[in-house]
T-cell receptor, first 114, second 110 residues
Framework: AQSVAQPEDQVNVAEGNPLTVKCTYS??????LFWYVQYPNRGLQFLLK??????LVKGSYGFEAEFNKSQTSFHLKKPSALVSDSALYFC????????????FGIGTKLQVIP | NAGVTQTPKFQVLKTGQSMTLQCAQD?????MYWYRQDPGMGLRLIYY???????DKGEVPNGYNVSRLNKREFSLRLESAAPSQTSVYFC?????????FGPGTRLTVT
């Protein structure tokens, strides 16, 4: 069975500092990996995805994520955090091939402190 | 282009009442999903529809039924609501990779 672990319930970072939100996964075969963001009282919004190719993927709002196959990780990063980045972040995984269900992590709350 | 829309936004039910949550997408996506979001548990898949005419159970289907009415619409029905179904419900659609989510329905069962 596939799974996603987001080991930190909350990450606090000062505005202007780099941020990292961690994600590790388990899946049979090659993965498709995703990051989503959820602002209060809103639905999830897609940030970025890894399908194949370059291990560093860039997404919306200056976010990027690095796929590391040997460590089965897909950490979300941003060089300089903004207060407006404060939100709930979800990592998700699904296997390659055909139609497959997506498994989400439980989410990490990012708090950017002015 | 409205994306994914859900109705209603809020609902309060008494135990044993029934209701249908509506979802529609205008992106011509084949796949549609229903999730529930509970504190500390992330998103859990209730039902999904890989394509028009097909539906399948997710992780937590008990107490729910779905209908894929056409390519655009995917409804979720609670036949006899229970307090354990108090949650925020999200509909999503997909073109095969990322999912696009609706704004959610906040349901309280008393």
């Amino acid at each position: 069975a596939q799974s996603v672990a987001q080991p930190e319930d909350q990450v606090n970072v000062a505005e202007g500092n780099p941020l990292t939100v961690k994600c590790t996964y388990s899946v049979s075969g090659n993965p498709y990996l995703f990051w989503y963001v959820q602002y209060p009282n809103r639905g999830l919004q897609f940030l970025l995805k890894y399908i194949t190719g370059d291990n560093l993927v860039k997404g919306s709002y200056g976010f990027e994520a690095e796929f590391n196959k040997s460590q089965t990780s897909f950490h979300l990063k941003k060089p300089s955090a903004l207060v407006s980045d404060s939100a709930l972040y979800f990592c998700a995984v699904r296997p390659w091939g055909g139609y497959q269900k997506v498994t989400f992590g439980i989410g990490t709350k990012l708090q950017v402190i002015p | 282009n409205a994306g994914v829309t859900q109705t209603p936004k809020f609902q309060v039910l008494k135990t044993g009442q029934s209701m249908t949550l509506q979802c529609a997408q205008d992106m011509n996506h084949n796949s549609m999903y229903w999730y529930r979001q509970d504190p500390g548990m992330g998103l859990r898949l209730i039902y999904y529809s890989a394509s028009e005419g097909t539906t399948d159970k997710g992780e937590v289907p008990n107490g729910y039924n779905v209908s894929r009415l056409n390519k655009r619409e995917f409804s979720l029905r609670l036949e006899s609501a229970a307090p354990s179904q108090t949650s925020v419900y999200f509909c999503a659609s997909s073109d095969g990779y990322e999912q696009y989510f609706g704004p959610g329905t906040r349901l309280t069962v008393t």
